[in-house]
């Protein structure tokens, strides 16, 4: 088969409009056409008043060679890729001598795990949370009741961060193996909607995250894994040669182990630091700080798609955008979640840190996205590794403060954040953010390099999204687990670069951003695992 991209209709195009225009594109009659189907659909919203779907398409032709050849120096046909997923490695014949270990079960350490399992290893899976629906219960606990679980929340337990999130499945890796296609063909088999194949920005949301993520676990038990929840990592054991020989779990047992994914996520911290004094390498690495800022989803659909806001093909209306300040700061949306609402994502008690989250039908009053400002290591914390931990706790500690000391989290209209004053009441917006927002001054929870650039970057906002700059917009503070602060380095084997044995992965070791991005370098580093068992 070929594939032929960028190919457009019109928004409102009819279902035998598409053949025609492979025809017409291709230069060839009805006939030579044997089948097509949609490899991918987008759209193109630059100009609201034509809106158009962008496809690629796979064809099958009479005479795909000819065609080919005539059509050499069109860029937009090329025979399809071969997306087809082949493991690089099997178990031996009675397995090996020790199983190996994956901690985490967000993204990362879901598919490190799947694919171990899938090639016959019989991974040992630990996460310090509990299975996803306890999980959740704990979750909302923090939301309704204002109880944090710490070992038990937004950041931990079985299916990661990820769970409570847009579920947003597209990222900017170029990866030529195409182990993307992989991921998304696990999770449609998990139970994803079809569409997240074709969509050219699927996503699946959290009520149907946490069916899959049931489903995957199943599909790993039955091929002879292991998973243990509630089961932290307090110590590694490495010998003198500093290979990895074992894990110290909490409450005082021990797991033997030559083979150790370390795929623990963004926020565990206490992790970071015990491998620190461990002598695990790790470097400082940015992330971003900021707050999460919400508007009605009408008026960001309106500004995208103008008279053609709701149409059920388009969907809810994202965003992307960025600005540079004059500071020598980059402000940026993060993490946009269309019709979705802002959730409390603390993991220590005493803190307030905000993430956004929707569902798969996008469907809630606001959308929202981190409003953050890029931060360098170098500048604003240099010499320690761990500082970023610091500078994280030490804001979402003046948030935890600001908003009450009770996990509300401080708020503020824009137009006031703008006018360096304090908000006393909301507007007509109404916040998300539960157990509730209060209001008052961010710029007491944000470092002043933030503020300024936030305030810079608001008015160019909004000229490229009218209504961004609403003053009755809310911001709800603090945004500060964009990233991982730290980077634990890693050779081309994939091992760390001064402990054998293990293999830091995903988000938390600072080689991911997001859910597909952190399950590919899962399927990476579990493929790595095989071929040390098998050298």
Known sequence: MLRL???????????????????????????????????????????????????????????????????????????????????????????????????????????????????????IILDRGKVVRERTKDTWGLWRKSVLDPESNVQFGEGGAGTFSDGKLYSRIKDPRHLDRKVLTEFVKAGAPPEILTEAH??????????????????????????????????????????????????????????????????????????????????????????????????????????????????????????????????????????????????????????????????????????????????????DPLAGIAFQRHWESAAFVAGGSNYRAPGQLLGDFMAGRASTSLGSVVPSYRPGVTPTDLAQCLPDFAVEAMREAIPAFGRQIPGYDHPDVVMTGVETRTSSPVRFTRGKDFQSLNTAGLFPAGEGAGYAGGILSAAVDGIKVAEAVALSLTL
């Open 5 to 123: 991209t960028e190919l457009t209709l019109p928004l409102h195009h009819e279902a035998e409009d598409l053949p025609a225009a492979i025809c017409e594109r291709l230069g060839i009659a009805p006939g030579e056409l044997v089948r097509f189907e949609i490899a991918r659909r987008g759209n193109d919203a630059r100009n609201k008043r034509n809106i158009k779907l962008v496809y690629a398409i796979d064809v099958e032709l009479a005479d795909e060679a000819g065609v080919l050849v005539r059509l050499a120096d069109d860029h937009r046909l090329r025979p399809t890729p071969d997306t087809e997923y082949r493991f690089v490695a099997h178990a031996p014949e009675g397995g090996t001598s020790l199983r190996p270990v994956v901690v985490g079960t967000g993204p990362c350490g879901l598919f490190a795990g799947l694919i171990l399992a899938q090639m016959g290893f019989r991974p």
């Open 202 to 383: 699927p996503h699946i949301g959290t009520f149907r995250l946490v069916t899959m993520v049931e489903s995957i676990r199943a599909t790993v038990e039955s091929l002879g894994g292991e998973y243990r929840f509630s089961t932290r990592v307090d110590g590694i054991d490495i010998a003198p040669d500093r290979s990895v020989r074992g894990l110290h779990l909490h409450g005082g047992g021990y797991l033997e182990a030559t083979h150790v994914v370390l795929a623990v996520g963004h926020s565990a911290r206490d992790t970071f630091e015990m491998l620190h004094a461990a002598g695990v390498f790790v470097e400082p690495k940015p992330f971003s700080i900021g707050v999460r800022i919400e508007h009605p989803q009408s008026w960001i659909d309106t500004a995208r798609f103008g008279a053609e806001a709701g149409n059920d093909i388009l969907g809810a209306a994202e965003y992307h955008i960025s600005h540079h300040c004059s500071n020598g700061r980059t402000v940026y949306s993060f993490c946009m979640c269309p019709g979705g609402t802002v959730v409390a994502a603390t993991s220590e008690e005493g803190r307030v840190a905000t993430n956004g989250m929707s569902q798969y039908s996008r469907n809630e009053r606001n959308a929202n996205s981190g409003f953050v400002v890029a931060i360098d290591p170098a500048r604003d914390y240099p010499g």
